[in-house]
């Protein structure tokens, strides 16, 4: 009895077409391997960082300033040695209720001047005398740390401070006495970064620095070596 041929059935793909379940890894119109994948996750940053390096303020800082403080107050400890732990802008709109779009216009510029977004701020209790009541939005607030921090204060120090009407020196006695520094500037208009074709309306601000010392006399330190304008005072160069 002879032997029954198995009949293969043929493929009704074309000639030379590739297989159902995909070319094989590697080969030519297949899916890219492992370094293509890797290379084109890296062209999509999908959580941009802050800031590229080190503020240069920053630098200086850590490799210049810590050491002359120690040695100017006698600090053993290098814990001990102040340092600049965040900046708290602050505007305060007491009609902001009623005109709001000059409290958007001051969250968008705080917003221009940090590259951070502003945190509108709300009244904690109502205040009859005021027409204030517990919960309405009374002004705007940004915290910075870090790289925004002394990239903030770079500015602030080169470019804003020279722009101030009939500036004779920021005060030096503005000290709360835990080495916290707390000044007020009149127009925001001093910062470059503010059009004035755009501005709502010119207020101004709180600017607190708070530092990591409880004595004044380090924080006063800690600023000068900064090039704070004190007044009646030369600022220190900054290299």
Known sequence: MAETEEKVPKSSAPKGAAPKGGAPKGAPGGSPGKGKDKAAAAAVDHAPKAVEG???????????????????????????????????LNVGMGDASKNPKQLDAAVEELGLIT??????????????????????????????????????????????????????????????????????IKE?????????????????MDITLVTSTDRDDLAMGLLRELGWPFRGETPQRVA
């Open 115 to 184: 590259g951070q977004k502003a945190v509108v701020t709300k009244a904690k209790k109502a205040i009859a005398n005021f027409g204030l009541r517990a919960g309405m939005p009374v002004g705007a607030t940004v915290t910075l740390r870090g790289a925004r921090m002394y990239e903030f204060l770079d500015r602030f120090i080169n470019l804003a401070v020279p722009r101030i009407r009939d500036f004779r020196g920021l005060p030096n006695r503005s000290f709360d006495g835990r080495g916290n520094y707390t000044f007020g």
């Open 54 to 88: 080190t503020p240069r303020l920053q630098e200086y800082y850590e490799k210049t300033i810590r050491a002359r403080l120690a040695k100017e107050f006698g600090l053993a400890n290098a814990n001990q040695v102040p340092r600049v732990v965040k900046v708290v």
């Open 188 to 204: 925001q208009l001093i910062f470059p970064e503010i059009d004035y074709d755009r501005v709502e309306k010119i207020h101004g």
